[in-house]
């Protein structure tokens, strides 16, 4: 099984629906992500946490919000899904330490019609 | 504020051939430099990373990185490429005194073999 797992793997929906994003992890990282990925465009950063009570907004979280339901889940919600919020979004996690390495999910596909 | 730039958005090479991934990354500070590699339908994964010392940094799968601070460049080398390297590459950098945050990832290259 994965170390970081993120289901659904795949999503269509429609403009103004209430869509999440979920993000389980088995490593024991305390640290977790959302990352949002375009063609062309890389990844960027949408929130992070570094524990339980500590969320904090990265460089596109509008449109966006989390919920660190424990230490191992992490989940993002798009409230009313708009179509140029169709990507690919990544899961990952980290150590505390800052060594830059981070542990990604599969990717969940998200299309919205 | 960090930046990192990868001109090469694909790059076709022929199987055993060498390759060399550029990447030139911005920043006024000391930098933490990174590789991740991304094969297709999964996520990403660290293909290599240079924090300090030694500017030559080796990686899996036979991968290598050499720093160049004058030249502000990462760029990533592989002597004989094979078809299990098709994946696409993403250069990333950090701040030395910032957290996993704040790395910026480049917007990535395709590499391609070609048997």
């Known amino acids: 099984d994965a170390d970081v797992t993120q289901t659904p793997r795949n999503r269509i929906t429609k403009t103004g629906k209430r869509i999440m994003l979920e993000c389980s992890q088995t490593k024991g990282h305390d640290r977790m992500y959302w990352y949002r990925q375009d063609p062309g465009l890389g990844l960027r950063l949408i929130y992070y946490?570094?524990?339980?009570?500590?969320?904090n907004k990265g460089e596109i979280s509008d449109g966006y919000s989390v919920s660190r339901q424990a230490q191992a889940k992490f989940s993002l919600s798009l409230e009313s899904a708009i179509p140029n919020q169709t990507a690919l979004y990544f899961c990952a996690t980290s150590w505390g330490q800052n060594t830059g390495e981070l542990f990604f999910g599969e990717g969940s596909r998200l299309t919205v019609l | 504020a960090q930046s990192v730039t990868q001109l090469d958005s694909q790059v076709p090479v022929f199987e055993e051939a060498p390759v060399e991934l550029r990447c030139n990354y911005s920043s006024s500070v000391s930098v933490y430099l990174f590789w991740y590699v991304q094969y297709p339908n999964q996520g990403l994964q660290l293909l290599l990373k240079?924090?300090?010392?030694?500017?030559l940094v080796k990686g899996i799968n036979g991968f290598e990185a050499e720093f160049n601070k004058s030249q502000t460049s990462f760029h990533l080398r592989k002597p004989s490429v094979h078809i299990s390297d098709t994946a696409e590459y993403f250069c990333?950098?950090?701040?030395?005194?910032?957290?996993?945050?704040?790395?910026?990832f480049g917007t990535g290259t395709r590499l391609t073999i070609i048997p």
């Open positions: 946490s570094f524990d339980v009570k500590d969320i």
């Open positions: 990333a950098v950090s701040e030395a005194s910032f957290g996993n945050e704040k790395l910026t």
């Open positions: 240079y924090l300090s010392g030694s500017t």
